[in-house]
């Protein structure tokens, strides 16, 4: 895929969430927000799906990630609000006031721990010759890789670990 492809699924998945934000409100009301929030969980496992049985190659790739984002944008859709909602829901009446600042600051920097860990571990994992390490360090072998590393194609894991290893 070329930038343009990859800009035009980050503009389907946008639009998928802004084309079905306000209708997942009416679900909502219909079926119930503890249903939507379901309904969401549902439309992030298919799209994981479709993401991971998705084959490299092929006219139709473009296609296919764009159902993708479609899917992504629709469980957002669906969760974004539903899930707040049915929490805020929960707390008695009584107390909302002074629950719900706590409960959403709880979540705010449960979240940003979230990103933060994510970012670090998707960094690592994106790295080749780390995930080679790591693997190697498992006794799994080692990913390949097209270009021609210092090391040999063996797994010599010694020489991978990221620590020193003295004899």
């Known amino acids: 895929m070329n930038l343009s492809q ?3 699924l980050n503009v389907i998945w946008a639009l998928s969430i802004v084309v079905l934000e306000v209708p997942s409100g009416a679900m909502a009301d219909v079926i119930g927000r503890r249903n939507l929030v379901v ?4 439309l992030m496992v298919v ?7 998705l084959p490299v190659g092929g006219p139709w790739v473009f296609w296919v990630f764009a159902v993708n984002r479609v899917l992504s944008g629709a ?3 669906f969760s974004s609000g539903a899930d707040e909602a049915l929490a805020y829901d929960s707390i008695p009446e009584a107390d909302r006031s002074t629950i719900w600042p706590a409960v ?6 449960w979240m940003a721990l979230g990103f933060i860990v994510t970012s670090l571990l998707g960094a690592y994992v994106y790295d080749v010759h780390q995930m080679n390490r790591l693997l190697c360090w498992l006794g799994a072998g080692r990913v390949p890789w097209p270009r021609r590393t210092r090391s040999s194609s ?8 990221p620590w020193p ?3």
């Open 6 to 8: 990859f800009a035009a």
């Open 39 to 42: 309904l969401s969980a549902v």
């Open 47 to 53: 799209e994981m799906t479709v993401f991971a049985l």
């Open 75 to 77: 469980a957002e859709a």
């Open 104 to 109: 959403i600051g709880r979540l705010s920097r």
């Open 154 to 161: 063996q797994c010599t894991c010694a020489s991978l670990l």
């Open 165 to 167: 290893v003295w004899p």
